[in-house]
């Protein structure tokens, strides 16, 4: 794992896979804190800069990626292969004509 990448890596595992795998496990870690990122029906979501803030929260500032890395991960391709493996992937939920504005849904595939 490279340190580069190791908020990246933590929402990948520790918050995508999560979702993707025990749903009411993550419910009940974003109850404990205050955060914008919501599971609804549909799906998981989430800004960027709120789940870049979540990981942050959960390791009391631990963040050791800067968010403009963290976002070029998420962005890249192999992103949604990793979360194709784990059953899910993530769409634009509200388009909001900005990245750090738009909110994402991660969904579970059908």
Excluded at 2 to 25: H, K, M, R, W
Excluded at 94 to 110: C, D, E, F, G, P
């Amino acid at each position: 794992m490279a340190t580069t990448q190791l908020t990246y890596d933590y929402v990948l595992e520790s918050v995508f896979g999560t979702y993707l795998l025990d749903p009411e496990a993550l419910k009940l870690r974003l109850a404990d804190l205050d955060t914008a990122i919501r599971i609804t029906a549909e799906g998981l979501n989430f800004s960027l800069p709120e789940l870049y803030n979540f990981v942050g929260l959960e390791t009391k500032g631990g963040n050791k990626q800067s968010y403009l890395s963290f976002r070029r991960c998420i962005y890249g391709q192999q992103t949604q292969v990793m979360l194709h493996t784990l059953g899910g992937e993530v769409v634009i939920a509200q388009n909001h004509q900005h990245v750090n504005k738009t909110i994402y849904r991660l969904k579970a595939l059908s």
